[in-house]
Each structure stands twice: as C-alpha cells, then as structure tokens.
C-alpha cells in the first residue's frame, strides 16, 4: 500500500439524507393548501422539535440493516463503453463523511442565486420546484465543489462500471466497489455539470452509494499531491472514528466549502501554536472567502474553553448561506436577500432559514435576527453559568457572527 493511503480511512456505507429542504417546502406547501384558513400552531412541533438533535445516520441506523457498497443495483452502473480512467490500485482509496449538508447549502445556492435578480419571493419559488429542476440543482452543487477543488480548471468524476478495472493484488482487500471505479476528467465546467447531469442517478438513487462517489470524485479533483500541501503538522486524514461512526475532519469542511482541505479555521496561515508557542511549520487555515460560509458552535468546547475561532473568510462568505457545526451536528442557515453581507444596513433586522436536515424538522423555521437589541444579555444577567440554559445553541451560533444580536423564533418553539 502507499503512503497517501494513511490519509483516508476505509468505510462500507453511508446512506442519504431522506429529507432535502425543497421537499420541506413543499410538504409545508400541500398542509397550507389542505389548511388554507388554519394558522398553523408552534405548539403542533413542541413534542418532536424540542428534543435534542440526532445525527440522520443515528436514527437510520436504528431502522435500516447495514447495506454494502456491493449492493450497487445493476441499473446505476454504467458501461466500460463509456469510457474514462479506469482506477489504479495505486488510486484505491475509501472513506466518506456527513456531506449533506454541504450539498443542500450548494443547492440552495443554486436556487436563489442562480440569476442575478434578488427578491424575497424567490423563497416562494422553492416550495414549486420540480423534479428536473431539483436534478439540475444537484448536478450544479456536486459541479460547483468539484471545480472549485480543482482550483476552477479541472474536475474529476468517478462512477461505478460494470467490471473491474483492475486485478486486487495481495495488498489490497476486495470490496466489489473500489476496484469498479472509473474517472472522468473534464478541463470546463459546463461539461462536468452536463456529464453529472446525464449520470445524476448515480449520486441520488436510492442504493446508488452517491456520496462515497462524490468522496471519491471530490479528493481525485484535488489530487493527492495538493491535499498534502492543504495539510499541516495537526492533520493527516479527512477522516476519524468517533462512537463507532467515521466523522469528517475539519480538514474534509474546508475542502468541500473552500477547495481547500486546510485543517483549521481561521484565517490565513498561523506560525505558533494554541500556546503561542512558534512552530516548526506554519499552521494552515482558510485564504479565500467561498460562496458558502460556516460557522460553529459546541458547548462542551466553549465549557472547556476550547471553541475554535472562526476567522472572517468562513463567517463572511460571497453570499448568506452558512453550513453550521452546532453540537457535532450539522445544519444549513441562509437568507435569500444577497445584498445582506455587503450593505451593512440590512445587517440591523434581516431574517434567516434554517434546515437542520432532521425528521423532527416539519416545518420552515424563519428567525429575526435584531443586531441592535442586545436585549438578550439583559435578560442572561439572572442565569449563573452556561447561557445555554435559557438560549438554544442555534441562537449561540448566530451570535458568534452577530455577537449579542435579539433572535426571534416568530413562533416556533426553539429547539436545537
């Protein structure tokens, strides 16, 4: 085996997200029509919506039997005609991380942003959404990463053939996966977007396993070689095990919103340690400002005094869309009016979405943010200790943006 294969771990299976936020509309969408008169109460998600958040692969795994990469249904292979790059050995790599939620922010992206007008209706026009256009919004998100991994000039896409496109030698350990793996390597970004289009069921399906070939596509588009140089002393995988599950690294975040697999957070490169201590190399975090942004939040870090900050390129991206690290679990914040992030009067009362992706979720949850309250610090004054008592960790991780800023739920009941 080669030495790059130390930098991912292997890993059988990750089902999909069985929930995207276009489907939430529009559920939301038929119960307004079936109810066109009733208000709908913030009491109906009281139950469901106040429980404390479980990961998807969590509450599948309580339903669903395991399901191997092998059982790929014959359907979403496609034929050695086509042709391509078979695999190599030397390429045979696993691993996989709760990407979704990435994806759902680059759809999102893609359907608000996608013209140059702006307006709030445009919330409206995601709750129509048909089946093509969701095909061509995912086609457009799984593009927009792959190319900006490949430094916007080249992009690799990996689908599962029919045969073998190598023979395992002693040291590779068969998986009926792996070895069936074929590239595609495209130097325009309109044609990346057209073959996955043409090949979408193979990242959607059920049983298509799309997310470990998006893993794939996503590390061959930014070749080993630059992943090594995205990397630092602190990190060498995408990857770890926590509780039994592979969890995606810091490093993994970064390559999928920036490009980059940086392993931190902050801004530009840093030449000491936590102590201050100098280094014998620098420290690497985020260069550029993406589309999509991130921001963090765990109560048990910032117990402990170990929050990581995070730095201006991630908190301000191009556009207000925002993967959240909230607790270890991940969710999507958003608004639809892009001047927000470049006129700082929109900043003072503006609303966000937010999706947490979970079956809990049932319907869309609309938040007022007032930066000039500050009231909510008044109201801390009486609570000893860890503010979480009374605010939820959604509301944390908006202030660590817009410190001190009002939060209004407008009739949900808080929850996450």
């Known amino acids: 085996m080669t030495d790059y294969q130390d930098l991912l771990q292997t890993i059988k299976s990750l089902q999909h997200s069985r929930l ?95 013209q140059p007008i702006n307006s709030e209706c445009k919330m409206q026009s995601l709750m129509t959404v048909g089946e093509k256009e969701q095909r061509k919004a995912l086609a457009a998100a799984l593009t927009d990463i792959l190319w900006t991994a490949g430094e916007e000039q080249t992009a690799t896409v990996c689908l599962v053939m029919s045969e073998r496109c190598f023979t395992p030698h002693m040291d590779y350990k068969l998986d009926n996966f792996t070895e069936r793996l074929q590239l595609f390597t495209f130097k325009n970004k309109d044609d990346v977007k057209s073959f996955i289009c043409e090949h979408i069921q193979c990242f959607k399906d059920e049983g298509s396993h799309g ?111 925002w993967v959240c690290n909230i607790n270890g679990t991940y969710s999507v914040l958003f608004s639809p009016n892009r001047l927000l992030l470049s006129d700082w009067k929109m900043e003072h009362l503006f609303h966000l979405y937010f999706y947490n992706g979970q079956p809990t979720q049932l319907s869309t949850t609309m938040l007022t943010i007032d930066t000039h309250s500050h009231h909510w610090q008044a109201e801390n004054n009486d609570i000893q200790g860890d503010p979480e008592k009374k605010f939820p960790s959604v509301e944390m991780t908006i202030r660590t943006k817009w410190e001190g800023s009002g939060i209004d739920w407008n009739g949900t009941v808080p929850f996450f």
């Not at 208000?39 to 479980?54: F, G, L």
């Not at 359907?75 to 996989?96: K, N, R, W």
């Not at 990581?308 to 991630?314: A, D, I």
């Open 20 to 114: 995207s936020y276009i489907e939430l509309l529009q559920e939301e969408v038929k119960r307004n029509q079936d109810r066109p008169n009733e208000k709908i109460k913030s009491d109906e998600d009281s139950d469901d919506s106040s429980r404390p958040a479980t990961s998807a692969h969590h509450i599948r795994a309580q339903n669903e039997q395991f399901t191997a990469p092998y059982s790929i249904p014959q359907t979403l292979t496609v034929s050695p005609s086509l042709g391509g790059q078979p695999l190599s050995p030397e390429l045979a790599v696993g691993g996989a991380c709760a990407i979704q939620m990435v994806v759902q922010a680059y759809i999102i992206k893609y359907l608000l942003f996608n």
């Open 211 to 321: 997310t470990i070939l998006f893993l794939y596509s996503l590390i061959f588009s930014r070749t080993i070689e630059r992943m090594r140089a995205d990397f630092d002393c602190t990190t060498t995988h995408l990857l770890h095990v926590s509780l039994g599950n592979f969890v995606c690294r810091q490093a993994l975040l970064n390559l999928l919103l920036t490009g980059r697999a940086t392993p931190h957070v902050f801004n530009g490169t840093s030449p000491n340690d936590d102590q201050d201590e100098a280094l014998a190399q620098p420290l690497h975090g985020v260069l550029t400002r993406s589309h999509v942004g991130y921001l963090l939040w765990n109560r048990e870090q910032v117990h402990h005094a170990q929050l990581p900050l995070v730095g201006s390129m991630l908190k301000t991206p191009k556009l207000p869309i």
